[in-house]
């Protein structure tokens, strides 16, 4: 299951039934949890943590120092948890010292080729990120989120889970949940209904989250006074609440 060309540093740790392709290197302080598939030519560097069933492709770079010029080479950390797939040429880097030291991926994400999630950054589970997609420092997406191709998101920006972000969108600020954006600087177009049946919501409370598009974007209110417009649905339905507690918490404000 190892290819005797791979070089697996004396203080990594593999789990059951992993496999190492050829000339793959994986370093110290590295963890790689059960049923693992690392294909050729990857780079694992620790500290990181990596969960069961992930299939890693070739060349991608996983656990790497960041690009963040502070960074000073501390032993900040990766975490990625269960049955990720990270095609080739994906990026994935540690956290830093400015933030809690760790960046933070989920389970049961895909990441296509030439992906990059930079230090610091926070994914939830169920996510995808096309071909190109980029988060850059201190990002948190939630579930369920689809990045599309050549999408970028800058340093400090939150994407609110089941939201769609279009191909070549650049993300300035916080997308709530359940919002598709398209454009550079971003804008939002609206829900992400089509992923909502996906995934099983029912019909009335896809129409509740049409109506705070309608009430956050589109009757010229100002934010808090659409805060307070949604209260009622708030109650009732579970997504419009997601909404309202995002819009509300948010540090950067929200594209609209």
Known sequence: MI?????????AQLGNN????????????????????????????????????NHIFQFASVGE??????YKDEPTKLIIGDNNVIRESATIHRGTIQDEGVTIIGSNNLFMAYTHVAHDVVVGDNCIFANNASAA???????????AGNSGIHQFCHIGSHAFVGMYSAINKDVPPFVTTI?????PVAMNTEGMKRRGFESDEIMATRRAYKTLYRKGLKLEDAIAALSEDAQKYGAVKQIVEFVSQSNRGIIR
């Open 65 to 70: 120092g960041c690009q963040d010029k502070k």
């Open 18 to 53: 992993v496999s190492v392709g050829p000339w793959t290197y994986i370093g110290n302080d590295v963890v790689i949890g059960d049923d693992c598939k690392i294909e050729s030519h990857v780079v694992i560097k620790g500290p990181t943590t990596i969960g069961r069933g």
């Open 137 to 147: 420092g201190h990002v948190h997406i939630g579930d369920w989120v689809i990045l």
């Open 3 to 11: 290819h005797p060309s791979a070089i697996i540093e004396p203080g």
């Open 183 to 187: 454009g550079i600087p971003a804008s």
